[in-house]
């Protein structure tokens, strides 16, 4: 048995798989780009309609608060002994009723403050794997490209040969 025999390595294989790997690679790649920044897109639009859906609450509330002031101003108005107990409660009522909002609200802005800060996270952690991507890309293109070439100049070349020396019969 020959030497060079056991120690020669089926190169073929190394240089397909070499080659596939590269698309692999790129096609990890570009998935993992789309998903990304289209997650980080979603969460931008519902984030934006959170705020919208903040300011309308934020609209309403600012509205009830003018009609309390209208309320208490007529009620000071009066003299003592002319105030409705009933409209007293009422207005006991809608401060109540205010103040409840006033803190939904409250809440409600902290956790899109802290949903905004998230997203600008994600956004510098998306530029971080745009920049891996960009490598990734230029890896798995190289990897494809050298695998591809290597296969077919080393070894497809002379299997053609081969090939057609036996299909002419020489």
């Known amino acids: 048995m020959n ?14 798989f070499m080659a596939l790997v590269g698309i692999a690679i790129l096609v990890l790649t570009v998935g993992a780009g789309y ?5 980080l ?11 919208k859906l903040l300011q309308v609450k934020i609209e309403k509330l600012s509205d ?3 009609d309390l002031k209208s309320d208490v101003n007529r009620a000071m108005k009066k003299k003592p002994q002319d105030l409705d107990m009933a409209m007293v409660d009422q207005m006991q009522a809608r401060t109540d009723q205010t103040m409840e909002e006033v803190y939904d609200i409250s809440i ?3 956790k899109l403050d802290n949903e905004i800060a998230l ?8 530029k971080v794997l745009f ?8 890896a ?14 080393r070894i497809q070349v002379y299997q053609d040969r081969q090939l057609k020396k036996l299909a002419t019969g020489q």
């Open 3 to 16: 030497p060079d025999e056991i120690v020669r390595l089926p190169t073929e294989s190394l240089y397909k």
């Open 35 to 39: 998903v990304s920044e289209k997650k």
């Open 41 to 51: 897109s979603l969460d931008i639009i519902q984030a934006q309609y959170d705020q």
């Open 64 to 66: 009830l608060k003018d």
């Open 108 to 110: 409600a802005t902290a």
């Open 119 to 126: 997203l600008r996270y994600y956004n510098g952690e998306l």
């Open 131 to 138: 920049t891996i991507c960009i490598l990734s890309l230029i």
């Open 140 to 153: 798995g293109s190289s990897l494809t490209y050298y695998g591809f070439k290597l296969w077919y100049t």
